[in-house]
């Protein structure tokens, strides 16, 4: 199934254990919605240049709160130049993420929100059970995974399928 690219509300985990929030690039009034209530309820006092930073096209977070500003103020052809050590989610008391939701479900409130979760096979696991407990404290409880069928374990019928594809054939794993 195609991941949805309307309404998108993406949490992606790579593969050292970090974490990254995106909203889908249409969706610009929740995008608003969303920092203005993450600057007031961290009292960041973040300006307008920074929330138009954080609503222009292909923004993400992956900074904690703290240094959300700085990461707001970089200019767009500098941000993958800059390292990002993820929103905390691995410290129960302090699992930024739970926040993030719950700016995200009063933005979308009345509207479909699609939530996905995306990760690699060696994305650490106690990242994804603070992701799923930020889900639980804001009652989202249907989301999608996002995966890439790329490095499934040999010899599954996935795996097969996958290697009958890229061999040009068409039949379908036994």
């Given at each position: ?30 995008k ?12 960041l ?91 639980k ?5 249907k ?32």
């Amino acid at each position: 199934k195609v991941a949805p690219e309307n309404d998108v509300v993406l949490i992606t985990i790579d593969k050292d254990g970090k974490v990254y929030l995106s909203v889908s690039d249409k969706n610009t009034s929740e995008k608003r919605a969303m920092i203005t209530a993450i600057s007031s309820s961290k009292q960041l006092n973040l300006s307008d240049a920074q929330i138009k930073a954080f609503m222009r096209t292909g923004s993400y977070v992956g900074v904690p709160f703290t240094q959300l500003g700085g990461l707001l103020n970089t200019p767009k052809d500098d941000i993958g130049k800059i390292r990002m050590d993820g929103i905390p989610v691995t410290d129960s008391s302090n699992n930024q993420l739970v926040d993030w939701l719950y700016a995200a479900k009063q933005a979308f409130e009345g509207r479909k929100m699609e939530l996905l979760i995306k990760g690699d096979n060696g994305s650490k696991y106690p990242s994804f059970q603070g992701v799923l407990n930020a889900f639980k404290k804001n009652d989202l409880l249907k989301f999608q995974m996002v995966t890439n069928p790329e490095g499934v374990p040999a010899g599954t019928e996935l795996y097969k399928l996958n290697m009958s594809k890229k061999a040009g054939g068409t039949a379908a794993a036994e």
